[in-house]
Nanobody, 127 residues
Framework: QVQLVESGGGLVQAGGSLRLSCAAS????????MGWFRQAPGLEREFVAA????????YYADSVKGRFTISRDNAKNTVYLQMNSLNPEDTAVYYC????????????????????WGQGTQVTVSS
């Protein structure tokens, strides 16, 4: 069982930056691939970024590539999402998720492959 708690959301002007954190409980954090998703009002939850168990592999949605950076610190049981050059289209509730991936997959963009989810943190970007 893994419990995830996001923090770091808030209100920022367009062009600004935020860093989200997701703290995980338990001693098995390093066994899980981690991902960030977001959900804007009226829209489906969408993939943002993912990172492998070791942190050596990352993957990004095209909409955030070059602006967002996912990282993790397994010693601190924490995954981060550094968000730069934010624009109003980035406004959403951001969720972190943990997935125990089987087989050769190191990261995944598929929501159903994530086993645990945080409660979300609101990010609002004003124009």
């Amino acid at each position: 069982q893994v419990q995830l708690v996001e923090s770091g959301g808030g209100l920022v002007q367009a062009g600004g930056s935020l860093r989200l954190s997701c703290a995980a409980s338990g001693r098995t954090f390093s066994r899980y691939a981690m991902g960030w998703f977001r959900q804007a009002p009226g829209l489906e939850r969408e993939f943002v970024a993912a990172i492998s168990r070791s942190g050596g592999n990352t993957y990004y949605a095209d909409s955030v590539k070059g602006r967002f950076t996912i990282s993790r610190d397994n010693a601190k049981n924490t995954v981060y999402l550094q968000m730069n050059s934010l624009n109003p289209e980035d406004t959403a509730v951001y969720y972190c998720a943990a997935g125990y991936l089987s087989g050769s997959a190191l990261v995944t963009t598929t929501r159903s492959r994530y086993d645990y989810w945080g409660q979300g943190t609101q990010v609002t970007v004003s124009s």
